[in-house]
């Protein structure tokens, strides 16, 4: 099984910045291919940022592009969203996820985060 475990969360002002982290210790990271997903109580899990298990290719969200990155480090385990100009809208819990396809669908993830919670104050 991979564990997952995230950080970084917080409340944040809009306008401002916040890094999330998702390690899997002693897991085989670098064969799966990691997202971000984020979601709103009541609402279908939102996709946000994926990126391949070689770490060359990367989609993200029409919402984020320009605003969001996603990158990985192989060596220590670990998936980062770097988040910039943050939206009362991007108010969320923050899930990594981790799968065998670069794919927008969370249905095609097996490995979750806890989740991380985000709060944008207008």
């Known amino acids: 099984q991979v564990q997952l475990v995230e950080s970084g969360g917080g409340l944040v002002q809009a306008g401002g910045s916040l890094r999330l982290s998702c390690a899997a210790p002693?897991?085989?990271?670098?064969?799966?291919?990691l997202g971000w997903f984020r979601q709103v109580p009541g609402k279908e899990r939102e996709f946000v940022a994926v990126?391949?298990?070689?770490?060359?290719?990367?989609s993200y969200a029409d919402s984020v592009k320009g605003r969001f990155t996603i990158s990985r480090d192989n060596a220590k385990n670990t998936v980062y969203l770097q988040m910039n100009s943050l939206y009362a809208e991007d108010t969320a819990v923050y899930y990594c996820?981790?799968?065998?396809?670069?794919?927008?669908?969370?249905?095609?993830?097996?490995?979750w985060g806890q989740g991380t919670q985000v709060t944008v104050s207008s």
């Open positions: 996820a981790a799968g065998q396809m670069f794919r927008r669908d969370y249905r095609s993830y097996t490995y």
């Open positions: 002693g897991g085989t990271f670098s064969t799966y291919s």
């Open positions: 990126i391949s298990m070689s770490g060359w290719s990367i």
